[in-house]
């Protein structure tokens, strides 16, 4: 790891070690770090932090931290490591204010539904407690939140900076690379066609954070001064 900036090296450590440990003791990690629905009973606020240090799979914190050291290099050494710490972390919380806000609305339109077909509200609470497939337990993990916040910081300051997809191997220039996969995300999110369990709209959580903050930092001209 020699030539990348400590704070993304001790994050990239911090989530393979907490990974590689959640793989030993199995669901007990992802019921205590992983994200919940806040009314789910295994909720706890710190999980807003702690999720996007867990993974779900070898692939996912591959490619997580893979970006991360790839886009977040280049911003630490212009910004400082604690700029950039707290501009990962703000938008991967950004990344699941809007997922769970997404989760809650779809849940609220169910017991809306029901409440109008007669269900009292503790009946139908309970019985999305016992039905372990719905929304209502989902559990919400990884840095990809946070990374895509990264990426819109990224290509505000490379925005001439060409980028590729994996399955579309072409140069596109990271200002135009990141709103086409944004739009990717926005038509998964609200479509059928998701390529897997993944949280399209924690995607567009953090890519909306971290585009308010680059917006506001710019305006009011933030700069390392401020944050050393």
Known sequence: ?????????????????????SQFVGGLAYDLLALHYPKNELFGIWQILTHMFMHGSISHILFNMFGLWMFGS?????????????????????????????????????VDDLVVQGYALDEIYSSLQQQTQ???HVRMVGASGALYGVLVAFAFMYPNAELMLIFLPIPIKAKYFVPLILVMDLFFGFS??????IAHFAHVGGAVTGFLMMWYWKRNQFNQNRWN
């Open 74 to 110: 280049p911003l630490v050494q212009m910004w400082g490591k604690n700029k950039f710490l707290f501009f990962y972390l703000s938008t991967g919380v950004g990344a699941a204010a809007l997922q769970l806000l997404v989760y809650h609305l779809q849940i609220q339109g169910w």
């Open 1 to 21: 790891m020699r030539n990348i900036p400590d704070i993304v090296k001790h994050l990239i450590i911090i989530n393979v070690l907490i990974f590689i440990g």
């Open 192 to 197: 059928s066609y998701s390529m897997g369990p």
């Open 134 to 136: 719905s929304l209502f």
